[in-house]
């Protein structure tokens, strides 16, 4: 079975590869950068969303895989409190879109300042914590929470949401 990852950031490639892992055997695995065709920095759930079921179709069809998995991070601003949001898509041979949700969490006015001004997180991030990319490892989670959640676990939760999704889609059809 081949598996297109619309992505190569190190986080969503280990959240994909460890999970689909535990639920395939003979599985090789493409990594390829598409296009989320969303911002570059997502502000709500809809558009993050949108961004991770297009990384997901885009790589099924730049790679003809049997499943594409597409993961985008965004923010969403509720009463005037930014939450960071994350989203999961795998597109399936059959035209199959399925997409879930993971964990949102609140960042801090400092940080939400600078995205509302236009920036972007992954480098907003690496500025506050003097840290280089710190979203292909511990991610604003693994900031946010002091460590108890990283972003690969964090993306591995979604995953297994979407491998739950697609084997009751295969054993309902």
């Given at each position: 079975?081949?598996?297109?990852?619309?992505?190569?950031?190190?986080?969503?490639?280990?959240?994909?590869?460890?999970?689909?892992?535990?639920?395939?055997?003979?599985?090789?695995?493409?990594?390829?950068?598409?296009?989320?065709?969303?911002?570059?920095?997502?502000?709500?759930?809809?558009?993050?969303?949108?961004?991770?079921?297009?990384?997901?179709?885009?790589?099924?069809?730049?790679?003809?895989?049997?499943?594409?998995?597409?993961?985008?991070?965004?923010?969403e601003e509720i009463d005037g409190?930014?939450?960071?949001?994350?989203?999961?898509?795998?597109?399936?041979?059959?035209?199959?879109?399925?997409?879930?949700?993971?964990?949102?969490?609140?960042?801090?006015?400092?940080?939400?300042?600078?995205?509302r001004s236009g920036k972007e997180?992954?480098?907003?991030?690496?500025?506050?914590?003097?840290?280089?990319?710190?979203?292909?490892?511990?991610g604003a989670i693994g900031i946010?929470?002091?460590?108890?959640?990283?972003?690969?676990?964090?993306?591995?939760?979604?995953?297994?949401?979407?491998?739950?999704?697609?084997?009751?889609?295969?054993?309902?059809?």
């Amino acid at each position: 079975m081949k598996i297109a990852i619309g992505t190569k950031n190190k986080a969503k490639v280990g959240a994909v590869e460890a999970i689909v892992s535990q639920y395939f055997s003979a599985v090789q695995f493409e990594y390829i950068d598409v296009a989320s065709e969303v911002s570059v920095q997502p502000f709500s759930n809809e558009e993050t969303r949108q961004g991770a079921i297009n990384r997901a179709r885009n790589a099924l069809i730049a790679t003809q895989a049997d499943i594409g998995f597409g993961l985008e991070g965004g923010v969403e601003e509720i009463d005037g409190v930014m939450y960071c949001c994350n989203w999961g898509a795998v597109a399936l041979k059959d035209g199959t879109i399925l997409s879930s949700a993971g964990a949102q969490f609140a960042l801090p006015e400092k940080i939400a300042i600078e995205l509302r001004s236009g920036k972007e997180l992954g480098p907003v991030m690496d500025v506050y914590t003097n840290e280089k990319d710190i979203r292909q490892h511990a991610g604003a989670i693994g900031i946010f929470t002091n460590g108890l959640i990283d972003r690969k676990e964090m993306f591995e939760q979604i995953v297994k949401l979407l491998i739950g999704q697609i084997l009751f889609h295969e054993r309902t059809k």
